[in-house]
Structures are given as C-alpha cells and as structure tokens.
C-alpha cells in the first residue's frame, strides 16, 4: 500500500477495506477479493456522488480501473420510521410510510394499511379495491420512469436526455395522482377500508388517454438507448444475476424478473382483485443489466394494461366503509399480521404487531431494496469501475427503503 | 524603438488570443447548454439577459468572486501550476491559424506539426493537476487523461500526414490556399476527416470520449478538488477548446475562410467577410460536437482504448498509405483520392454500427441462458 492513498481518516468501513487488503497482501488468502494485486486504493464512493442515486456510501477498493472489493455503508438517511410506529397511531403512521420507499409512496402505503385490515379484520369495498390497484400501477410506472432514467444518465449525457423524457413522462402520471391524492409523491392516500377520496370528474378519462400514450412513450425509450451500439455494449453481459444468486439472495422484483425467475407477487400470492386481470409477467433470460432495463420498461406496458383493465371493471359505490370514517381511532385486537406486497423493486413487506392499544406494538419492514443492496458487492466485483456504477444503477436502490 | 515596438505588438497578439478564448468559451457555455437544453426537451438558463445569453458572464463573475482555495493536502506549487498551463495549448494554436484573408499572426512553415504539439500541453496540466490534487478520482481522471489522449494522438496525427501529403506543406496557409476554388479537402478525402475529427473529440475531452471526467463515476475527474477561478480555467480552456479544435478543422479541411464575397469589405488589408465565413463554418463544427456528446453514451475505458488501436489506428495506417500512394503515383489523383475515400468512408458509416449491434447480438445468443426456475 502507497502511503499516499492510505485512508487518512480510517473509519469502519475504511478500516474493513484496508484490513481485507492487507489480509490478502499478507496470507496470500485471495478466495474474498477474487485476485488480489498489492497496489490497491480504496476510493470512497459517497454519500455525496453523483453515481449513488441518494446517499448510499461504498467503500470500494481498485485495482487500477477493476473494482476488487466493495463494501456498502448504509444508515446516513435513517430517520427512524420503526420507532415512530410504536408512538403514533394507526392512522398518524400513514404518511409516514409513504416517506420509506418514497419512489413508489401508494404501494408503500397499500402494504400498510393491508397489514392493519388484516389485523382488526376490515373489508374494503370493492370500488376502493380497484381504485387502489389504479394507484399502485400508475405509481409502478412512474417509479420505473425513475429507475430507467437515472441508470441510464449513469452511462452517459444521451442518458440524461433519456433521464429528462422519462421524467417528463412521469410528470403526467404525478399529475393525475395529484389530481386524485392532492400530493404528488407523499400521497397519504389509503385509509384503512379504502381510500381517502373517491375518484374526481372526468379523471378516469384522463387516465384512460394517458395509458394509451404508454406505448408511446417506451417505443421512444427503446429508440433512444436500444439500438445504440455504445449502450448495447456497455449493457449486455454485465452484471449478471444467476437464478442461484437469486435464490441465495432473496432477490426479488424486476431484478429477479430478468434473470427468468417468474416471481410476482402479484401472480404468485395474489390479493386484492388482481386474480380478475389480465396481465403478463415481464421475464428476461439473461440476468444482466440490459435485462434489468428492459424488464422495468416491459412492465410500464403491463401496468398500463392493467390500469385499463381496472378502469373498465370498476363499479360505481363507496370507497370507504362508512363506519371507519370517524372516530381516526382504531384499536386492532392482540396479534401480527405479514403483508408482502409487489412493489416496483421487489417484494416489500410490514410485520406488524398488535397489543390491542391504539399504537402498534411493534412494526417491521421488509424493504426489497436492502436485501437487494447485498448482492452488489458480489456483482460489482472484477468489473470496470464504470460498468460497477451501471450495475448499482440497475439494482435501482432507492435508500429511503434501505435505511428508513 | 523597433524592439518596444515588436514588444507591444506581441503583447497585445496575447491579449487578442486569451480574450478570444475567454470569450469563444463564454459563447460556447450559453450555446451547448441552450442546445442540450433544446434536444433534452427543457429549457435551459433562459434568465440573465435576453435569452439567457449573460449566464455565463454572470458565472464567471460568480467563479471570480470565490475564495482562492486550495486543499491541505495537495502540491501547492504544481496545483497552481495546472490552471495556468492549461490555457496554453488553446492560446498558442491560434498563432498560426489563419482566420481570414491576409490575417495570420505568423505563418509557420511547420504549423501541423506546432498544432499536435501545443495541443499537448492540455493534458500536460491535466496530469500536474491531478497528481497535485492528492484525490484519487483527481488521479484515476487525469491517468485516463493521459492514456487517452496518448492513444487518441496516434490516429490524430495520421490524418494530418494525409492533409500535409496532398497539400505538399506543413502550413496552415498554404492548406488553405491549396483547397481554393471549393476544392475543399473534405469533398475528396472524408475518411480523413472523419478519423481526425473522432480524435478531435477524444482530444477534447468530450462525450464519449469524457472519461476523464466522467460525471457518474469520477465526480469531476481531474478537477474534483478545484473551485473557484482555478476550476474555471479548466473549465473555460475546455469550452475554448471546441472552438479551437473546430477552427483547426475548418482550416484543414473545409478550406478555411474561403466562401463567396471575399474581397466585399476590406479594412487594412484584412477582408471582414471571409471571418465570418471561417466562424459560420466553425461554429457548425461546434453544434455538431455538441450533437454527438448528446447522442452517444459514454464509451468504457477498454472501449475506449479498443476502438483507438484496434479499429481506428488500422483505419488511419490502411488510408494513409493508400492515399500516399495515391498522391505519388495516380495521375488526376485527386478524382481517384475521392473514389477511395468517399467508398471506404460510407464503409465505415454505414457498416459499422449494424455489425458492432450483430456481433453483440450474436455474443448475447452464445452467452449462457439462465435457465428457467
């Protein structure tokens, strides 16, 4: 190790990093770094990187330009979001979860007050059921509309006037969940038995003609990226997640989706009314980060699909039982319920624990981006340090999920 | 009195070319972010004066105003030093470009060659000043800097041999007066051109050839520890340089100033309409840069490394010595020099992105298919 790029100020991660190295350098023991050379330096990725999308720290050590050893440090954007449950309400927790995987609020949101329903055994009309599917796939596209722009911006300017289509794309989804929630990303939407306000006039169909243009608008994505030799080549064969890993990993979503895996919960668990639609599972064979571009654009197309189809079975009614309405109390009987929902990154799940007071007693994530995050080390090992950041950006970690 | 003469002369030469490149990379900032701007469906700085025009004044009054900073751990002396070089290459190549009719600051009988070599300072300074900053983004940017523009040269320079071959001279004025009469070098010898210009690019820094301080990974590369006017130089030279290396095309290949209305205004001896032609040209030149930053993602740095030696560096060594044989032994050797060019350009053009996209469609066919689970 040169002197000069020894860490200066050796924290945890830093000292791990600069331990394995040495670790190799001394016993020769190289099965954990995959070829350790001696002239390694440790580069310090984050939390402030244009690369990280939030504030993901990763420790990374290089050999040259190939990436030997990563070490995610994660935690700079905790905010507590278990420990508040025990000291709010059902109902004041609602739009905190909405703050966890802040990409994708509704499904967040849906995955919460499932839990409760579950728990103190509330029925939802069925117009609120539909209405809540709407929201979650209008929310599913906008969310890959993120995902796709930010890794492709990863790769290159081209990729941030990519970044610039989708977001103006996106704009129209936040529009019409503007118009029906009054927020744009932290909905607060869901009530427990339904949703808080039913549909505005003519918003249907304005919805309807915003899912004609998504063909549109993927057709223009393709376009763009898909037939460049440059992105092609930057894409294809990097970053490849075996079925095994997935496996090993508990990777789930559009990330397990692209290597041939055909887990969805939407499919394989299914609630709500999504056993009544019709819609395809976006499967890829390869695994690699083009895959896992193409996967998130495929499943805009079928979200749409199912938007529509959701849209044309709807029936006229309440969206919330009357009877939930008021008092903004509720007390579910002593248990725990498991909800696991599909959400755009995978599958996101709220243990949630009752001791019949007006607080949860306990309540517990499971965020599809963190158990994600594991992998990383393993797929960014022995790639170029560039095809390292387009890899992390097509795991598409959001780290408001990851560090809660 | 001649010598206070000569002296003041030379001083203000030297004020002319830094404040044209000062104010061509002030123009170039507000143009590539307008033009970004529009293809990328936004609007772009639109607010400091009419159409957004001053913003880049007011930015560089805002670098100006910055604390002089410079790390604690970093090279003091040689961390100075790279700002101040890397100007050097964009100042002194304006010697010998010859902007209008009867307009060129010294005609130097090696002018080629002088190009390639002070346009190698650039990268001089970006090395000093990456090794300086003590930051290892700053290092691996300004290595990537140097193993860029080493192999990026090579092609380069193979081009102009072409140009100074079929010329029969190494200055710039008699390139430009050989390509008289609309014989622009372009029109006969665009492979040439296109090898020169894609090394142009590399040379620039710029997309996709902007490893060095590629955003996404790097931070800032080379400039990651910079702020200030210190930054701003780097920047400015890098913004001058579009124009720069554009006029250097120009003059090389699209007959310089030449265009109708020559001798229409001649103010001392200098005719005002072939300038505005010889800008017209190159500011085309610039907006097609711009173009190609915008439209192709960034290439991998074996990528990058792979399409300079494998593809380009045969390319340039296959046309070189075609067209030297061309220009020593075919007679009307400029209609045979277009034949061969204008067919194994088109080639080129044409063949090279669909077999790039079969050869990785094919490798992606072999590549093991995950099974189904």
């Known amino acids: 190790m040169d002197e000069l790029f020894a860490p200066t100020v050796p924290d945890e991660a830093m000292a791990l990093a600069l331990d394995r190295v040495r670790r190799g350098a001394e016993t020769g023991d190289v099965s954990e770094l995959d070829g350790l050379a001696l002239d390694q330096v440790i580069l310090n990725m984050g939390p402030q990187h244009p690369a990280t999308h939030g504030v993901l720290r990763l420790v990374v050590t290089l050999d040259g330009e190939v990436v030997r050893d990563v070490i995610p440090v994660v935690g700079y954007l905790h905010r507590c979001k278990e420990k508040l449950a025990e000291k709010?309400?059902?109902?004041?927790?609602?739009?905190?979860?909405?703050?966890?995987?802040?990409?994708?609020?509704?499904?967040?949101?849906?995955?919460?007050?499932?839990?409760?329903?579950?728990?103190?055994?509330?029925?939802?009309?069925?117009?609120?059921e539909f209405i809540r599917v709407i929201m979650a796939e209008l929310n599913r596209i906008a969310s890959h509309h993120v995902a796709v722009g930010t890794f492709t911006a990863d790769l290159s300017p081209l990729g941030t006037a990519m970044a610039f289509y989708t977001f103006r794309d996106r704009e129209k989804i936040l529009?019409?969940?503007?118009?029906?929630?009054?927020?744009?990303?932290?909905?607060?939407?869901?009530?427990?038995?339904?949703?808080?306000?039913?549909?505005?006039?003519?918003?249907?169909?304005?919805?309807?003609?915003?899912?004609?243009?998504?063909?549109?608008?993927?057709?223009?994505?393709?376009?763009?990226?898909?037939?460049?030799?440059?992105?092609?080549?930057?894409?294809?064969?990097?970053?490849?997640?075996?079925?095994?890993?997935?496996?090993?990993?508990?990777?789930?979503?559009?990330?397990?989706?692209?290597?041939?895996?055909?887990?969805?919960?939407?499919?394989?668990?299914?609630?709500?009314?999504?056993?009544?639609?019709?819609?395809?599972?976006?499967?890829?064979?390869?695994?690699?980060?083009?895959?896992?571009?193409?996967?998130?654009?495929?499943?805009?197309?079928?979200?749409?699909?199912?938007?529509?189809?959701?849209?044309?079975?709807?029936?006229?009614?309440?969206?919330?039982?009357?009877?939930?309405?008021?008092?903004?109390?509720?007390?579910?009987?002593?248990?725990?319920?498991?909800?696991?929902?599909?959400?755009?990154?995978?599958?996101?799940?709220?243990?949630?624990?009752?001791?019949?007071?007006?607080?949860?007693?306990?309540?517990?994530y499971r965020d599809p981006c963190f158990i994600n995050l594991q992998l990383l080390p393993k797929l960014m090992r022995g790639n170029k340090i560039a095809d390292a950041v387009a890899i992390g950006g097509s795991i598409d970690l959001v780290l408001g999920g990851i560090d809660r | 009195m001649d010598l206070f003469l000569d002296i003041l002369r030379g001083l203000a030469?030297?004020?002319?070319?830094?404040?044209?490149?000062?104010?061509?990379?002030?123009?170039?900032?507000?143009?590539?972010?307008?033009?970004?701007?529009?293809m990328q469906d936004r609007l772009g700085p639109n607010r400091t004066g009419p159409q957004g025009i001053l913003q880049s004044v007011a930015d560089s009054f805002k670098m100006l105003g910055k604390e002089d900073f410079a790390p604690a751990a970093v090279d003091k002396r040689l961390f100075t030093l790279a700002p101040i070089m890397v100007m050097i290459?964009?100042?002194?190549?304006?010697?010998?470009?010859?902007?209008?009719?009867?307009?060129?600051?010294?005609?130097?009988?090696?002018?080629?060659?002088?190009?390639?070599?002070?346009?190698?300072?650039?990268?001089?300074?970006?090395?000093?000043?990456?090794?300086?900053?003590?930051?290892?983004?700053?290092?691996?940017g300004a290595l990537r800097s140097a193993a860029q523009m080493v192999s990026y040269e090579v092609p380069m320079i193979l081009a102009l041999l072409v140009v100074a071959m079929a010329a029969g001279s190494?200055?710039?004025?008699?390139?430009?007066?050989?390509?008289?009469?609309?014989?622009?070098?372009?029109?006969?010898?665009?492979?040439?051109?296109?090898?020169?210009?894609?090394?142009?690019?590399?040379?620039?820094?710029?997309?996709?050839?902007?490893?060095?301080?590629?955003?996404?990974?790097?931070?800032?590369?080379?400039?990651?520890?910079?702020?200030?006017?210190?930054?701003?130089?780097?920047?400015?030279?890098?913004?001058?340089?579009?124009t720069i290396m554009s006029?250097?095309?120009?003059?090389?290949?699209?007959?310089?100033?030449?265009?109708?209305?020559?001798?229409l205004l001649v103010v001392y001896g200098v005719s005002v309409i072939p300038f505005v032609w010889f800008m017209l040209k190159t500011y085309a030149l610039v907006f097609a840069l711009v173009w190609v930053r915008l439209s192709v993602p960034r290439l991998q740095v074996d990528q990058l490394m792979a399409f300079a030696w494998k593809f380009l560096i045969p390319l340039a060594l296959v046309n070189i010595l075609a067209s030297a044989a061309i220009i020593l032994w075919a007679p009307q050797w400029k209609w045979v020099m277009a034949g061969f060019s204008w067919v194994l350009f088109l080639a080129v053009v044409v063949l090279f992105d669909p077999l790039q996209r079969r050869m990785l469609r094919r490798r992606r066919a072999k590549s093991p298919m995950l099974t189904r689970g």
């Open chain 1, 175 to 364: 529009d019409l969940l503007e118009e029906a929630a009054g927020a744009r990303m932290m909905f607060n939407y869901f009530r427990f038995g339904g949703v808080r306000f039913d549909l505005p006039p003519g918003w249907e169909q304005r919805c309807r003609e915003l899912m004609a243009e998504v063909p549109k608008w993927t057709d223009e994505y393709r376009a763009l990226v898909e037939d460049n030799a440059v992105f092609l080549s930057r894409t294809i064969d990097k970053g490849v997640i075996s079925q095994q890993d997935v496996v090993d990993y508990a990777i789930t979503g559009p990330n397990a989706r692209a290597s041939g895996v055909p887990h969805d919960l939407r499919r394989t668990r299914p609630y709500s009314v999504y056993p009544e639609l019709d819609f395809e599972l976006c499967l890829a064979d390869h695994g690699d980060v083009f895959d896992r571009y193409k996967v998130r654009v495929d499943e805009m197309l079928q979200s749409a699909r199912i938007v529509q189809q959701c849209l044309d079975m709807m029936p006229r009614g309440p969206v919330q039982e009357g009877s939930l309405r008021a008092p903004y109390v509720i007390t579910p009987p002593p248990g725990s319920a498991y909800i696991a929902q599909e959400n755009p990154r995978g599958e996101y799940g709220i243990y949630i624990v009752s001791d019949g007071s007006r607080y949860p007693y306990r309540l517990k």
């Open chain 2, 89 to 140: 290459g964009a100042v002194a190549v304006q010697l010998v470009i010859p902007y209008t009719k009867g307009w060129t600051s010294q005609d130097l009988n090696v002018g080629i060659i002088y190009i390639v070599a002070v346009t190698s300072f650039t990268v001089l300074a970006i090395l000093i000043g990456g090794w300086a900053s003590h930051n290892k983004y700053s290092l691996v």
């Open chain 1, 88 to 128: 709010r309400t059902y109902y004041q927790y609602i739009p905190i979860v909405d703050r966890t995987e802040y990409m994708a609020g509704m499904n967040c949101e849906w995955t919460y007050v499932l839990a409760v329903e579950e728990l103190a055994g509330i029925e939802v009309p069925r117009r609120a």
């Open chain 2, 247 to 263: 006029m250097v095309t120009v003059t090389l290949f699209f007959g310089g100033w030449e265009g109708p209305g020559q001798d």
């Open chain 2, 170 to 242: 190494l200055s710039l004025n008699d390139v430009v007066s050989f390509q008289s009469g609309y014989q622009w070098f372009v029109f006969y010898m665009p492979l040439t051109f296109f090898i020169f210009w894609i090394a142009s690019i590399a040379e620039l820094n710029r997309g996709p050839f902007d490893l060095p301080e590629s955003e996404s990974e790097l931070v800032a590369g080379y400039g990651t520890e910079y702020s200030g006017m210190r930054f701003g130089m780097f920047f400015l030279n890098e913004y001058a340089g579009l």
């Open chain 2, 13 to 38: 030469a030297v004020i002319l070319a830094y404040s044209f490149v000062f104010i061509s990379a002030l123009v170039n900032i507000v143009f590539e972010r307008r033009t970004l701007a529009f």
